[in-house]
């Protein structure tokens, strides 16, 4: 968790025998940090711990997190690329050349433009 920062796209992985959030490969996004927290010791005033919160049910999603060499047309399909970032570009095997089963994650609601570069999206 202390690697991610607000609006990354998290998964859970186990690491050290420990279930950890982590910043998403694409392979199995589970929702986007929406606020993260530090906890300090009192007596030292070193961080102790990260805990964030995490958007994973269906939510309206404004982000800076994502591919912008690709097209955001209005409810496109979007999916999370190997960066942990969203894309409307499907994931695909390098080897086959054969896209992945991975699910869209969300539609895109407002495109990115050069007033407002955000991309808009609704988190199923």
Same mark, same amino acid.
């Given at each position: #968790?202390?690697? &991610?920062?607000?609006?990354?796209?998290?998964? &859970?992985?186990?690491?050290?025998?420990?279930?950890? #959030?982590? @910043?998403?490969?694409?392979?199995? *996004?589970?929702?986007?940090?929406?606020?993260k927290?530090?906890? =300090?010791?009192?007596?030292?005033?070193?961080? @102790?711990?990260?805990?964030?919160e995490?958007?994973?049910?269906?939510? #309206?999603?404004?982000?800076?997190?994502?591919?912008?060499?690709?097209?955001? *047309?209005?409810?496109?399909? &979007?999916?999370?690329?190997?960066?942990?970032?969203?894309?409307?570009?499907? *994931? =695909?095997?390098?080897?086959?050349? =054969?896209? &992945?089963?991975? *699910?869209?994650?969300?539609?895109?609601?407002?495109?990115?433009?050069?007033?407002?570069?955000? #991309?808009?999206?609704?988190?199923?």
């Amino acid at each position: #968790l202390q690697h &991610l920062k607000k609006g990354d796209v998290a998964q &859970l992985t186990v690491q050290d025998n420990q279930v950890c #959030l982590t @910043k998403s490969n694409g392979s199995a *996004p589970l929702g986007v940090l929406i606020r993260k927290i530090r906890v =300090v010791d009192k007596k030292t005033r070193a961080v @102790k711990r990260h805990v964030g919160e995490v958007a994973f049910a269906r939510a #309206l999603i404004e982000t800076d997190n994502y591919d912008s060499s690709q097209r955001y *047309p209005i409810n496109a399909n &979007l999916f999370v690329d190997e960066e942990g970032r969203f894309t409307t570009k499907q *994931p =695909v095997n390098e080897a086959t050349g =054969v896209n &992945l089963a991975n *699910p869209s994650i969300g539609i895109v609601t407002k495109c990115p433009t050069a007033i407002d570069s955000t #991309l808009q999206l609704v988190w199923f």
